[in-house]
């Protein structure tokens, strides 16, 4: 079966500091989607990925999907405390209506 | 648009009781599913459905049911609860492009 698997688990920096995420697919990716899940609260879609050597931003926040598709990377720029939640990568299981996701990385913005 | 919504948005239970949490979108989406978070757990798909009439099960169906009589519903029954049902349950819908829009969540405890 397809797994994401993401780095760090957990991430905490000074505000204004450069940031990476990382999502691993065991298989080839056909769409990859970031979330973002405020503390206590839903996720939010923020950005999908589709073919491979994409790149897409929303604000400071950029992702890009690997030439192979099968790992995907969320970069955050200058961070501010609002960035701070959880970040998890989804992906539609190829064949099936399933979906699955990463375990996420919870992110700690330092004022 | 209110996008999807859940209600209620915590409960607690006693073991043994029944309820339903219920969910609804307005963007008109034929898919959609219901996840539990639990810590170090990740998401797990509960149930899903393809369309107005269609259900199936995920990862976890045990001890819960759904029913899909509309487009714009999808609530999800707890039959006899047990503590291991204790979690935060949220209910997606899928876009076009197979991202998913989630509800704000419910909130579980059952003692």
């Known amino acids: 079966s397809q797994e994401l698997e993401q780095s760090p688990q957990s991430l905490i920096v000074q505000e204004g500091k450069n940031l990476t995420i990382n999502c691993t697919s065991s298989?080839?990716?056909?769409?990859l989607y970031w979330y973002k899940q405020k503390y206590g609260e839903g996720l939010i879609f923020l950005m999908m990925?589709?073919?491979?050597?994409e790149e897409k931003s929303h604000e400071k926040i950029t992702a890009k999907l690997d030439e192979k598709k099968q790992q995907s990377s969320l970069h955050i720029t200058a961070s501010q405390p609002s960035h701070a939640g959880i970040y998890l990568c989804g992906a539609a299981v190829s064949g099936t209506y399933k979906y699955i996701f990463g375990t996420g990385t919870r992110l700690k913005v330092l004022a | 648009n209110a996008g999807v919504t859940q209600t209620p948005k915590f409960q607690v239970l006693k073991t043994g009781q029944s309820m339903t949490l219920q969910c609804a979108q307005d963007?008109?989406?034929?898919?959609m599913s219901w996840y539990r978070q639990d810590p170090g757990m990740g998401l797990r798909l509960i149930h899903y459905?393809?369309?107005?009439?269609?259900?199936d099960q995920g990862e976890v169906p045990n001890g819960y049911n759904v029913s899909r009589s509309t487009t714009e519903d999808f609530p999800l029954r707890l039959l006899s609860a047990a503590p291991s049902q204790t979690s935060v349950y949220f209910c997606a819908s899928r876009g076009p492009q197979n991202e998913q829009y989630f509800g704000p969540g419910t909130r579980l405890t059952v003692t």
């Open positions: 963007m008109n989406h034929e898919y």
């Open positions: 298989k080839t990716l056909y769409g």
């Open positions: 459905s393809v369309g107005a009439g269609i259900t």
């Open positions: 990925l589709q073919k491979g050597g």
